[in-house]
């Protein structure tokens, strides 16, 4: 199938879900990401900041660059004049970062919180009581330039489907929790709006898990080399 007919068979997937689709072009060719742009969608994900400013030089400015791999405080200053949505924030320090750059670009940069749900150890992220810290704490209310609107998370690399859907799960509890109580909302900078999870192996299960974002790379293009 063609990439055209790719996404047409997974935004048929998606209709009865509120899960919006993010084409993961991370590795893809200009001509592929022509040819995606093509059929209408301007949602594309990126993991390697230098790949994302190459590309977002070379294509539309109606494309809407989302950062969803782990990003360094030093980086932040290349994508922060254009960046969409960062999805990877995992510390204070790189939010201070992310608001400066914001500042400097004129512009307020949104950003979800990237919450640690995996078994595994290498995944980057923070736990509940990390995220909530982060909120209480009197720098985060002076970060005008920055908005949070949502959490992301990455669940296991397993096929045992229980387990996913565990980890995504506590992801929509820590979020309904967040957003019922209206966590960090009183300094003006937070809005809880987006659930940032779900890949080619198990957006269907994240959609019906709640997911508002779904990232999608390989079950559009085919695998990676
Ligand atoms: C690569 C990547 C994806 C997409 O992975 P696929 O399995 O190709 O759909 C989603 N999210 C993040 C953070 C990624 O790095």
Known sequence: MSIAQEIQRIQQ?????????????????????????????????ENRVQEMVEKQALLPSTIRWHQIGHLQTNKVKYIAPFVHLIHSVDSMKLLVEINQQARKNQRIIPCLFQIYIAQEESKFGLNQDE???????????????????????????????????????????LFDHVKTEKIGEATGL????????????????????????VRIGSAIFGPRA
């Open 190 to 213: 937070v809005n809880w709006e987006e659930i940032s999870m779900g890949m080619s192996g198990d957006y269907l299960l994240a959609a019906e898990l709640g997911s508002t974002l």
């Open 131 to 173: 995220l909530i810290d982060i909120l209480h704490d009197p720098i985060f209310a002076t970060l005008k330039h920055i908005r949070i609107v949502g959490l992301m998370g990455m669940a296991s690399f397993t096929e045992h489907i229980p387990q996913i859907k565990k980890e995504f799960q506590s992801l929509k509890t």
């Open 13 to 45: 997937e998606l209709a009865q879900s509120a899960a919006k689709l993010i084409v993961v072009t991370k590795t893809r060719s200009i001509d592929e990401l022509k040819e995606t742009l093509a059929t209408g969608l301007v949602d594309f994900g």
